[in-house]
């Protein structure tokens, strides 16, 4: 077993540390796409989800563990799935619309980017990359999506049930356009793995020089300058196997 | 004037492409103390606002470019603001706090660890990278601090004028708690730039050392394995200058 291998097999035990213990059913396609991939793994991930939670609005840093929560659904909603949760708020309940979510840890910055690529691409503008103390690179696929409404104070609700119903609508517009943005990033990717064969075709001389060079370098180099250690996209692609 | 110099005088030139032409108030010291560095410069910024926008809430792609501003504002403001800007809407007014975000162009990928690093234990958890195709190495700073409330449809108001009270204390709320987190930030960046001096004094040999092999590898190496092209961030703080 090469040191790859090894390094996958290491983080695939450590998988899923989540109360759920299982993906979201809209996602496991890309999960299990992703997972399939030598360079990568997925380590937290959320289909996307409408939430009402019942806490202290004015704090200044709300944790959503010390939250009750009224209601959660992955799916569509119904503004009565809202309405009977309210009824049960004691404090600052509010209803928000969390879009999909995903961290994919990646054995190479240039993995890390083509993930990053191919989320930008469908549309979640807030993705980027975490490069750690320790050297591990993930990538965070994030949207810009949201939607945060405060609905009662002290238990006391502060709208009225038509308002209720146009928030409920709003809130499943925002999750079909969530699905819609999931996949396009299947389709992305699988058009970045069309375009990955072409290029491995092509390039079969350039990436066994490049290679030969890595080996040279391995365990002489550290640190080049930005151009170097953040090569061309383009670039990458025939070091991507 | 070496590459650097180059590269940073090169960049200054594009600064501020924003209409406003200028920095917000609460985060100029922000954006003078990064570009004071050799190793940064700002490309885009705000400090953080409430606003109220009117457009088409229930379509797939909302431009903000295709929306009526309604109002704006860069510091607290009072829910009588809020109501005379609803008074002009005649679509869907949707009343937003967009906290503080930060672009910052790195020189190296140790340098955006950095900013990473500091924006990360500021508050800031939205923050990634970005490493574009043609190696240019961008950090942005984002908090996951919102709100969106839609408070209008095709002109009428959806709530009343106590709800409108409400939100507006839960803005101006989030605005103070983001002016807290920026400060943070400066405070973050003094204390990595006290611990760098102290790390420059005692690895002066290690810093030589690694500028030779720099010199060395730059024409030489393009591609590390993940953990030479993600090196320790302690492993950075020697390199940065």
């Not at 004015?58 to 949760?85: A, M, P, R, T, Y």
Request: glycine letters at 6%; proline letters at 1%.
């Amino acid at each position: 077993m090469d040191a790859d291998q090894q390094w996958k097999k290491q983080c695939l035990n450590k998988l899923d540390h989540s109360k759920k213990s299982s993906v979201d059913e809209d996602i496991e396609h890309v999960v299990i796409l992703l997972n399939s991939c030598e360079e990568y793994f997925t380590t937290s991930s959320c289909s996307g989800r409408i939430i009402l939670i019942d806490g202290v609005s004015g704090s200044s840093d709300v944790h959503k563990q010390n939250c009750v929560w009224l209601f959660v659904s992955h799916q569509k909603c119904k503004s009565e799935d809202l309405i009977s949760g309210l009824a049960r708020s004691s404090a600052d309940a509010v209803l928000k619309f969390e879009p999909f979510v995903l961290h994919v840890q990646c054995r190479q910055l240039e993995d890390a980017q083509l993930v990053h690529s191919v989320a930008i691409n469908s549309g979640f503008r807030n993705s980027g990359l975490t490069v750690s103390k320790t050297g591990k690179i993930l990538t965070a696929v994030r949207s810009t999506h949201g939607l945060e409404v405060p609905l009662s104070s002290k238990g006391k609700l502060l709208v009225d049930h038509d308002y209720i119903h146009f928030i409920t609508n709003i809130a499943n517009k925002k999750m079909e356009e969530n699905l819609r943005r999931i996949q396009r990033s299947v389709l992305e990717a699988e058009e970045e793995g069309g375009e990955k064969q072409k290029e491995e075709k092509n390039k079969t001389t350039v990436y066994k020089r490049r290679r030969k060079r890595e080996q040279h370098c391995q365990t002489d180099c550290c640190h080049g300058d930005g151009s170097s250690s953040a090569p061309d996209l383009e670039d990458c692609l025939d070091l991507f196997t």
